[in-house]
């Protein structure tokens, strides 16, 4: 690509090494794809740093959380609502710790769900002590925000779409 590479002084442009920098900070199936030129493929996966390990494998990236393990309640608490009707509503609940990593901790997967069902499982969950958040990242369908507003009595945000690529990577590196 010639606004990557310069092909007369054999360099790369700095476009270039900006992207360069981005695969970089690649894992798995897109660093392979993306910077070793492998054509690897998992079907369906976006986030690929994820494996089934034991449980007490502390040492593994990737490692899962034993079912009843809670985050500190001094943890900011962001949550991702992915809106559907045949396919799942998903609600994620993730903690943020001190350094910044993020940890899926709870998450609400069903179908056939309307935003005043999810709002009103959120209460229930805020009243057996679930920290409220400190940001709710929405997909754009504006009626299901605004149900979901009146029903929860939390606000949302609508998430940014602009960089879809851009955002995996942010949100891969904090994993």
């Not at 493929?41 to 990236?61: N, V």
């Not at 991702?80 to 709870?106: E, H, S």
């Not at 690529?165 to 590196?173: A, D, H, N, R, Y």
């Amino acid at each position: 690509n010639p606004a990557y590479f310069d092909r007369v002084s054999q360099r790369w442009t700095p476009q270039g090494e900006q992207y360069l920098a981005r695969l970089n900070r690649m894992s798995g199936i897109r660093r392979k794809r993306f910077l070793e030129g492998v054509w690897a493929s998992a079907e369906g996966i976006i986030y690929d740093g994820f494996r089934a390990r034991p449980y007490d494998d502390r040492d593994a990236p990737g490692h899962l959380l034993p079912k009843d393990w809670q985050p500190p309640r001094t943890w900011e608490r962001a949550w991702a609502i992915d809106w559907g009707w045949n396919n799942p509503t998903v609600l994620q609940m993730w903690a943020l710790d001190p350094d910044g990593r993020m940890y899926l901790y709870k998450e609400f997967y069903r179908t056939h769900v309307r935003a005043e069902q999810l709002g009103l499982w959120t209460v229930e969950q805020m009243g057996l002590g679930e920290p409220r958040p400190t940001v709710v990242v929405c997909d754009h369908d504006p009626e299901a925000m605004a149900t979901f507003e009146k029903y929860s009595g939390l606000s949302t945000t609508p998430a940014d779409k602009s960089d879809k690529t851009g955002g995996i990577e942010f949100i891969q590196e904090r994993l």
